[in-house]
């Protein structure tokens, strides 16, 4: 099983519409959760922590779920500009960071 | 502030050559992590450096690939002999410690013929 595993998408949504997708990890002791946007062609950047009672950040919610062992990103009011592919990031232990293979997303005019 | 700094952009040889890239990571950044990132894939890591230290390399193909990071600031990652299925971009990334946000350079993209 995969350390961190993201449904691939792609999630094609028309303009002012709410996306969301979830992200699960197999490794019950980790405790630190990010979500990393990476347009095309382009590094990944820090889009937000995940904290445990869950956190908004403008038109972007992320949860955690640590019974089900997963976290999601909401995206509100969904914009052209946001079309990307967002990556789960979870750090099993105390130094190793662990991508998913990320969640396409296309807004649409 | 400078970000992370990584040389060359691209990066097209034949199978069974050598390559290898630099990056030079955010002033006083601890940590600096090389990442290998097929088309349509996640960041996989490579190898990762606290200081001038190896802190993960689980994951490095030791007979092909070595990096090193002397006097704990730049790092080079070399190549030798290169296969078709390393083409892809490599990423080079540095954090302050190894828990907080990382920050990538724009990467290497490596294409083998």
């Known amino acids: 099983r995969k350390e961190v595993e993201q449904d691939p998408g792609p999630f094609n949504v028309p303009e002012g519409a709410t996306v969301a997708f979830n992200c699960t990890y197999s490794n019950s002791a980790s405790q630190s959760f990010f979500w990393y946007r990476q347009d095309c062609r382009k590094e990944p950047k820090l889009l937000m922590s995940v904290y445990s009672s869950g956190n908004e950040d403008g038109r972007f919610t992320a949860q955690l779920n640590r019974a089900s062992q997963y976290i999601s990103l909401l995206i509100r009011d969904s914009k052209l500009s946001d079309s990307a592919t967002y990556l789960c990031?979870?750090?099993?232990?105390?130094?190793?960071?662990?991508f998913g293979a990320g969640t396409t997303v296309t807004v649409r005019a | 502030e400078a970000g992370v700094a990584q040389s060359p952009r691209y990066k097209i040889i034949e199978k069974r050559q050598s390559v290898a890239f630099w990056c030079n990571p955010i002033?006083?950044?601890?940590?600096l992590y090389w990442y290998q990132q097929i088309l349509g894939q996640g960041p996989k890591l490579l190898i990762q450096?606290?200081?001038?230290?190896?802190?993960?390399d689980s994951q490095l193909p030791k007979d092909r690939f070595s990096a090193e990071r002397l006097k704990g600031v730049d790092s080079t990652l070399k190549i030798q002999p290169a296969k078709l299925e390393d083409s892809a971009v490599y990423l080079c990334?540095?954090?302050?410690?190894?828990?907080?946000?990382?920050?990538f350079g724009e990467g290497s993209r490596l294409t083998v013929l």
């Open positions: 990334a540095s954090s302050q410690s190894g828990y907080g946000e990382l920050f």
């Open positions: 450096f606290q200081n001038n230290g190896v802190v993960d």
């Open positions: 002033s006083g950044h601890a940590t």
């Open positions: 990031v979870v750090n099993a232990n105390d130094y190793k960071l662990s």
